[in-house]
């Protein structure tokens, strides 16, 4: 490798695209800003690094390849991981940069993602990264493929997020930032402000283990940025990027107590004037703490309801106090508040019955709340997707990622994997869903699907299908 002792180390940080047209493209690349800060603050003058983003350039191999990395780190989760693999494969084959790959599929899956990369990250990546960079200005490399990251044990130590890597009109421009993501423009919560919005992240983990999410196997503790940090970034977006909504995107914003106080005090004390919401659980929530965070601008909550059923949620793993008249509660207690409502719904679970799938639709039905309903998917790295590979649901030698999704055709409800449990009835309903995913924010819209499922199954099944289709949910 070239020597670096006079010269500084250049870094190509990459953010593929997800496979899919999808909300979530979008969305500003925190996991790479972070390692990027962390980056900085250790090595100063010594590198040179740029984020490419294929959000905003589809078409950034030859920008890459005359930048002249000597490291090239592309983030990869399991909505982009086929663009990911390819941009590594062919940057591989044009540079004579070391190429590597991280994020949440490749901590899932390591050996699968080392295929494509000289490298491939298990864990965190601001201490391995750190580690790497030390060792290539030193002329050291790692002699293994799999390199295992210990998680950050203080959040504050990753200084704040350099913004300025990123084109950010692009991400402020609410035709495609995140307040578009969650069809906040459509509603009248934020209608009269700029919607210049960034998403935030303040913290790391969750306490809760839902089997299909990451941190059902995640072993690393919750983390937490102080409320003093978290009020410094928000202050500096406010300053910098004239940014008037923040999207909290933390995987339970409400659950410590003890920092909420702090930072909804510290928001009054300054007169922060801004909008935000979080995600949260329905169960943690409470009247003391709604209107401690409506007082200081507040103003939608995204909660996880998942289903109408309480079978499903047992089947989900959903733990706690999780129920349907817990969740019933949550949206009560926001309405007399003054807070909007967005749930997040599952159809397709394994065990869910037709049943489950009603109530599920008559909870939506009876509550105007803003809805987002996907198809219950299976991604490596949690709990559900080690029970469908244990089950033959997923044939770990033939996967098809661009099936492995929460809209359409996805491997639990499409015949690529053979699952009895999943009729045609059960796929029918979910196909019809699907296609109107890109337009379900307005409950009306909820309702109308509801009233078409009885006659979807008259349509899409014989008797004996349903017969057959309850006999084995039954069992």
Known sequence: MKDLKDDKLRIAFVYPRPLLDDIMANFQPLGILNIVAYLEKHFQDEITIRIFDQNVTPDIVENIIKFKPQLVAVSALTTNILNAYRLCDELREKTDAKILIGGKHVSALPEEAAKHAHYAVVGEGELIMKDLVEGMLNNKLPSEAILHGPYIKDLDE??????????????LDPRHNIT??????RQTIFRKYKYHTIGMLTSRGCPFKCIFCYNSKKSSPVRYHSAERCIEDI???????NVDTIVFVDDEFLTNKKRLDEFCRLINQKRLKFNWSCQARADVINKEILQ??????CKLINFGFESGSDNVLKLLGKGGKSSVEANLRAIQLCNNVGIKVSGSFMLGTPGETLDDINKTFKFIKENKIIVGLAITTPYPGTVLWDRCVEQGLIDMKNIDYSKLNFTLDNYLNNDVVPYDKFSKIHRGVMRYVALFRMDLSPYEKI???SKRIPKLIRETADIETLKTFKKLLSN
Request: glycine share 2%.
């Open 292 to 297: 401690l965070i409506k007082s200081c601008g």
């Open 235 to 241: 202050e500096r977006a406010i300053k910098e990027y």
């Open 180 to 185: 578009a993501a969650m069809r906040l423009t």
């Open 447 to 449: 309702k109308r699907i």
């Open 158 to 171: 990753i200084p704040p997020l350099p913004y300025h890597y990123l084109d950010m009109d692009f991400y």
